[in-house]
Nanobody
């Protein structure tokens, strides 16, 4: 079982930046991909960004393209989300998750989340 722990959230003014981190522990870490998701109050959880572990290809939801960057530190099994030009609508709890295989687009091993609050 892979455990994921997010950190790096906080309160920032609009236009500011934050870097979220996702640390993994547990069994051998061999995901097909890692993803970041977020859930704002009263809304469903939504996809933010993903990165394939071996190839390094990335995908982003349209609302964060050009502002957010997902990247990894393979040696330390870490995944990051660099968030720039933050907007109040980015306020949410951010989660990282593990996609075990290409065959299924299901993510698992969700972390506990880290709160990001962007003030206007």
């Amino acid at each position: 079982q892979v455990q994921l722990v997010e950190s790096g959230g906080g309160v920032v003014q609009a236009g500011g930046s934050l870097r979220l981190s996702c640390a993994s522990s547990g069994r051998t870490f061999t995901p097909y991909a890692m993803g970041w998701f977020r859930q704002a109050p009263g809304k469903e959880r939504e996809f933010v960004a993903a990165l394939t572990w071996s190839g390094g290809s990335t995908d982003y939801t349209d609302s964060v393209k050009g502002r957010f960057t997902i990247f990894k530190d393979s040696a330390h099994y870490m995944v990051y989300l660099q968030m720039n030009s933050l907007k109040p609508e980015d306020t949410a709890v951010y989660y990282c998750a593990y996609r075990p295989s290409r065959a299924s687009d299901t993510y698992e091993n969700w972390g506990q989340g880290t709160q990001v609050t962007v003030s206007s």
